[in-house]
């Protein structure tokens, strides 16, 4: 395939080019291709990310790629509450929630097809049912669909905003008023691909609101609630104003908090999850308490307090 890369084009990524010129061809498999050199610009080599210029021709080489699908593993699983549009799950931290780059098997998409062995069939293969996700290392209530019907109706009230969502959260510092809200536009970090930012001028939409629950010394104990459903967002966000979430060295934390245990992890758990029944209409509330390590690690700061 012969394409062109017109002067609107310019500084667009070629891999993020090429899903508008091919849209039939999700997004991984063409950036495949590419690190497969099956991608020219010019007769050479280039990578996912090269910016375009305007103006270059783009030869693509095509190739069949092994159909992925997610398949059925004996993993632990824990259900808070199942009908028969939805399961509710209590996602510990350190699962994924779906297969990606570097996670084929041991996620919870793996493990809810051993035990349920049919979900709604979604928009990909690798995540059927899915219409909201945590980040590995957060734990908590997440939700997914059973039907089809269910996964058109839990996707349209997590679009228009109509989910409550709850986390727990443990930061660094004392916050300057006891409540807040977080309005700063998120994008993806442009130096470090694997963090989001709020300092660029753009940046899409996003709204974090945050209580004191209690002052531990030098941390806060909160209580989250978020409007949106941005990347990494109330870690990104808090750490904005200075209290990155204790264990997150990703967003600034530091990786040990003098006079407390280790954490593996980092301390921030999807509490509470209110949604409308897909076929009911009724809503549904959902609540996890703290994971033992999360509970445990607050205890020792109370005491050090």
């Known amino acids: 395939m012969n394409l062109t890369a017109d002067a609107i084009d310019a500084g667009k990524r070629l891999d993020a080019f090429l899903h508008e010129r091919l849209p039939e061809f999700s997004r991984s498999r063409l950036q ?7 991608v020219l610009i010019g007769g050479r080599e280039v990578r996912p990310s090269y910016l375009l210029r305007g103006g270059e021709d783009v030869l693509v080489n095509p190739a069949d790629l092994p159909s992925l699908k997610a398949v059925p593993e004996d ?7 199942e009908d028969a549009d939805v399961i509710v799950v209590d996602k510990p931290a350190g699962m994924v929630v779906h297969a990606g780059a570097g996670h084929f ?9 051993h035990r349920f062995e049919r979900l709604a069939s979604g928009s990909e293969d690798l995540r059927p049912g899915i219409v909201h996700r945590l980040d590995k290392e957060t734990s908590g209530v997440l939700v997914i669909a059973r039907t089809d019907k269910a996964h058109h109706s839990l996707s349209s009230q997590f679009r228009n905003r109509e989910v409550e969502k709850i986390y727990l959260a443990l930061v660094h510092g004392r916050m300057k008023t006891p409540e807040d809200r977080i309005t700063t536009p998120i994008a993806r970090d442009p130096l470090r691909r694997t963090r989001m930012t709020t300092k660029l001028a753009t940046g899409r939409s996003a709204l974090t609101e ?7 010394e030098n941390l806060s104990f909160l209580e989250v609630r978020i409007g949106t459903g ?10 904005s104003l200075r209290h990155p979430v204790v264990g997150d060295r990703l967003y600034g ?12 992890r ?29 509970a445990d690690f607050l205890r020792s700061a109370k005491k050090r307090g």
Do not use: M
């Open 32 to 38: 495949s291709w590419i690190k497969d050199q099956r």
């Open 253 to 264: 934390a530091p990786a040990e908090v003098a006079g407390l245990p280790s954490l593996n």
């Open 266 to 294: 980092f301390f921030l758990h999807a509490h509470r999850l209110r949604f409308s029944s897909p076929s009911g209409g009724h809503s549904i509330i959902i609540e996890s308490p703290l994971p033992p390590e999360l």
């Open 230 to 239: 941005r990347t990494h967002q109330i870690r990104v966000h808090l750490s």
């Open 210 to 216: 945050y209580r004191v629950l209690e002052e531990l």
């Open 105 to 113: 098997s041991g996620t919870l998409v793996n493990a809810l097809l």
């Open 75 to 81: 993993l632990p699983l824990k259900i808070l509450y």
